[in-house]
């Protein structure tokens, strides 16, 4: 799997009677080792998350429940991805900036990421990672 590649990712999904379950593991069914792990819940409508890059941190976001859209930027083109499965996710390889938006009620947000939080991981500052990207 090419590791600097944004990439949407379909988990295994067992189809059961009971109930549906997928799972992920690390260095498999996404390409790096998980150090972390965080969600975001009960974003109050019209919200955005997130708006900002890692310089390092890789990250992996399934819609855990309900729906939302990431919108990533490469420094050249912006695409917009709905999530809105729990069976698939979106990998980001670092250097991407990255915001959230459009969180159904009650939607839940999970991610798996690469690194422990760094707050010197970050670039919040839109024309620094512009200038990064030129
Ligand atoms: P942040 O990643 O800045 O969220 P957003 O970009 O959506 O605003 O995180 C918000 C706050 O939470 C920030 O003060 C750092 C803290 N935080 C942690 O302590 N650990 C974590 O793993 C994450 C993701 C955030």
């Known amino acids: 799997m090419d590791n600097n590649q944004i990439k949407l990712i379909n988990l295994p999904k067992i189809l059961d009677e009971r109930g549906n379950l997928s799972f992920l593991e690390e260095n498999n069914h996404i390409p790096f080792k998980i150090q972390?792990?965080?969600?975001?819940?009960?974003?109050?409508?019209?919200?955005?998350r997130g708006g900002h890059a890692y310089k390092e941190n890789k990250e992996f976001i399934i819609a855990l429940s309900g729906s939302f859209d990431v919108v990533l930027d490469d420094g050249k083109e912006t695409k917009r991805?709905?999530?809105?499965?729990?069976?698939?996710?979106?990998?980001?390889?670092k250097g991407i900036w990255r915001h959230m938006e459009n969180f159904s009620t009650n939607s839940l947000a999970f991610i798996?990421?690469?690194?422990?939080?760094?707050?010197?991981?970050y670039i919040r500052d839109y024309s620094v990672f512009k200038q990064n990207k030129s």
Request: net charge negative; no cysteine.
């Open 112 to 121: 798996a990421a690469s690194t422990f939080y760094q707050e010197d991981d």
């Open 81 to 93: 991805y709905s999530l809105n499965r729990s069976y698939y996710g979106l990998y980001i390889p």
């Open 36 to 48: 972390r792990v965080y969600w975001i819940y009960d974003v109050p409508g019209g919200e955005e």
